[in-house]
């Protein structure tokens, strides 16, 4: 089996990559240096030169507040760039793994979103990443939609790393706590993905980890482990006004895993404290 990953240089497709090559798995992780998502034609000569049985589309426009002023680009990336891919795979008959958010539900309440729930993004960035689902069910026949939320990974930036930093200069922080909702550590996901990829139970399926917290909880779970002596103090969403509207409510029930066989992602504090034994084997 060949794979191809998306996004190499992103959080999710560098722990994808390093997953399927443990393995033993030939995986080819690319970037924006490779090819266009938005060039159908160059992605088709690179993609078809290497014929991979299975994509695993990682790579996206995540500015979430700057895609409001940059929606045309951040919908051609989301939306059109991942028509091509989907285009190219059906073409090659290989199997798609489209990685998706939370953001495509309307964020309210406090129910767990089903699958199957009903779609109402609040910004542009939502909007883009349900255009690129709504391709995939179009275009691909054997395809995978993974919604994930609150995303954490040794190969770059994130809330996690941006406590730590903070927690260098200040002793009290104030975080928002009216969020809900599940972090997602990379390393846990790219074990799913990967076994996605050698399965052909194809469908939409929702995957974090295990359990909810709101950031405030985030932050504080994170400093203990840590052994950070910061204070968090939670406060409202309404303190912190963003450009693009952030769901209150990104709980995603996760029985679809169980019901097709995939192990359940562990609990998120567990997938902390291993990220933070990551960070600090990288920084020795």
């Not at 939609?145 to 009290?172: C, P, Q, Y």
Request: with cysteine.
């Amino acid at each position: 089996m060949k794979v191809l990953v998306t996004g190499v240089t992103g959080q999710l497709g560098y722990d994808c990559v390093q997953e399927l090559e443990r393995r033993g798995i030939e995986v080819r992780g690319v970037a924006s240096r490779d090819f266009s998502l938005t060039d159908h034609a160059a992605a088709k000569r690179y993609i078809e030169t290497y014929r991979p049985d299975v994509i695993i589309h990682c790579a996206a426009y995540t500015a979430v507040d700057k895609a409001e002023d940059e929606q045309e680009i951040c919908e051609a990336i989301n939306a059109e760039g991942t028509r091509n891919l989907a285009k190219i795979a059906q073409e090659l008959a290989a199997k798609m793994i489209y990685i998706s958010t939370d953001y495509v539900f309307p964020g309210d309440g406090e129910r767990f979103y089903e699958p199957a729930d009903k779609k109402e993004p609040q910004n542009a960035y939502g909007l883009s990443k349900l255009h690129g689902e709504e391709a995939v069910q179009e275009l691909v026949e054997k395809y995978f939609i993974v919604r994930i939320s609150w995303v954490f990974g040794i190969n770059g930036r994130n809330f996690i790393r941006t406590m730590l930093k903070l927690a260098e200069t200040h002793d009290t922080l104030t975080v928002v706590d009216d969020q809900i909702g599940s972090p997602t550590y990379t390393h846990d996901l790219a074990v799913l993905l990967a076994d996605m990829a050698q399965s052909d139970k194809y469908g939409v399926y929702h995957a974090t980890n295990e359990g909810v917290c709101s950031w405030a909880e985030l932050a504080a779970e994170t400093f203990r482990q840590a052994g950070r002596k910061v204070t968090v103090t939670p406060v409202p969403s309404s303190a912190y006004p963003t450009k693009a509207v952030r769901p209150k409510n990104s709980r995603m029930s996760k029985d679809c895993l169980e019901a097709a066989g995939f192990h359940r992602l562990p609990a998120w504090q567990d997938a902390v404290g291993r990220y933070l034994h990551e960070l600090n084997s990288k920084s020795e």
